[in-house]
């Protein structure tokens, strides 16, 4: 296993992991950042999508090719990598869970008034 080879294919699916958590979750406050409008906002989402998926699975690939190859010169330490990746995938599935619990308020039909 050439560990330098897995450490970048982890490195490059914890960006993957990264880009796609931001613009799953952080979109609206990106638009308003970048002054975007409503359709150049959902184009910035599906381009994040696509990018970060593209990441993850180059870095799959990377990282499959690092286990395949022999064992290089140098000793390189994974396990930050390893920890910055369950981090982010933990960080991802617990703004998931946050955004199915906390539905948004249902929306007035016509002709309803809010009562302060």
């Known amino acids: 296993m050439r560990k330098t ?5 982890l490195t490059v699916i914890s960006a993957g992991i990264v880009i796609v958590t931001v ?5 609206e406050w990106l638009a308003g950042l970048f002054f975007l409008s409503h359709e150049s906002e959902m184009r910035l989402i599906v ?14 690939v ?20 390893l920890l910055f990746l369950a981090v982010a995938v933990i960080l ?9 619990e906390h539905s948004s308020p249902p929306r007035l039909r016509p002709g309803e008034t809010v009562t302060i």
């Open 92 to 100: 991802f599935f617990v703004l998931f869970y946050s955004t199915l």
């Open 5 to 9: 080879t897995v450490k970048t294919g």
């Open 47 to 60: 381009i994040g999508l696509f990018w970060g998926g593209l990441f993850g699975g180059l870095g799959a």
């Open 62 to 81: 990377i990282t499959v090719t690092g286990f395949f190859r022999a064992a290089g010169g140098r000793e390189v330490r994974i396990l930050p990598v």
């Open 23 to 27: 613009v799953t979750f952080c979109h």
